[in-house]
């Protein structure tokens, strides 16, 4: 998403004063739908549901002129000391509500947050975890791209481009370039959890989304590094739309066919 259609759909979210049951939702029929059914409705634009123990899915949405509202879905991590939050929301207001929402699931306060790529629908939360004192941690080079984009900035991982790294209770991994320069991956080993986030597609996506950041020579060999850390993968989530299927196989079908 762009600055432009970002402050537009802002703009949209800010002028309401109530909400109805479609207000802030995208079409459960269609292609942008809530990662799982029956998610707890916690604002206009914010749902929450337990996914397997000690891990919750978020979802998050904004409003485009040509798609109407676009569904980002998140995670929720309990862990000692405090349960981790995997990409922030699309704006303030949506970060607030899931800091608020992980400690009132998991009774901890929330001890650090991801970001698994600059674009602003994963790191539009990040001055309400700021404010928090939650460090939000990403690609290394997330941090000069955020900045380009005039996008709120995460803190960098060390050495998370050249290999794997441990953060508290999950393990995030770059495969390489695809949806962006700086897509990460974020997987919980107990309960098999494979956070996507846009590098996936989930399984009703007819294309590989956005190409407007995206390395498309890169983008294959991506897939299979991905698929090779991860063969026994019980949950696979992608950055939008259900989580029905094997989005990473999905997403394999659809590079090879390119």
Not at 133 to 141: E, K, L, S
Not at 191 to 198: D, K, N, V
């Amino acid at each position: 998403m762009d600055r432009r259609t970002f402050l537009a759909s802002i703009a949209v979210l800010g002028s309401r004063q109530s909400w109805g049951a479609s207000d802030g939702a995208p079409d459960e029929d269609g292609l942008w739908q809530l990662p799982v059914p029956d998610m707890e409705r916690i604002s206009p634009t914010v749902w929450v549901k337990q996914l397997t123990p000690g891990i919750w899915i978020t979802g998050f949405t904004f409003k485009t002129p040509d798609l109407g509202y676009v569904p980002c879905n998140g995670l929720i991590i309990a862990a000692q000391p405090g349960p981790t939050i995997v990409d922030t929301g699309n704006t303030r207001d949506q970060g607030e509500l899931l800091v608020s929402t992980a400690k009132r699931l998991t009774g901890k306060p929330v001890m650090q947050a991801i970001a698994t790529h600059y674009h602003i629908d994963r790191t539009g939360g990040i001055a309400a975890m700021s404010a928090a004192n939650i460090p939000v941690f990403a690609h290394p080079y997330s941090v000069g791209l955020a900045q380009a984009a005039g996008f709120p900035v995460p803190q960098p991982v060390k050495g998370l481009e050249k290999g794997p790294v441990q953060l508290g209770p999950v393990e995030l991994y770059y495969p390489g370039a695809g949806h962006t320069r700086d897509n990460i991956t974020v997987w919980h080993q107990d309960s098999r959890t494979l956070f996507g986030g846009c590098l996936l597609r989930a399984t009703t996506d007819k294309s590989i989304g956005s190409r407007a950041d995206a390395d498309m020579t890169a983008y294959p060999s991506t897939i299979e590094q991905l698929a090779k850390r991860y063969p026994d993968r019980q949950f696979t989530i992608p950055g939008h739309g259900t989580i029905a299927g094997d989005a990473l196989s999905w997403t394999r079908s659809k590079i090879g066919r390119l």
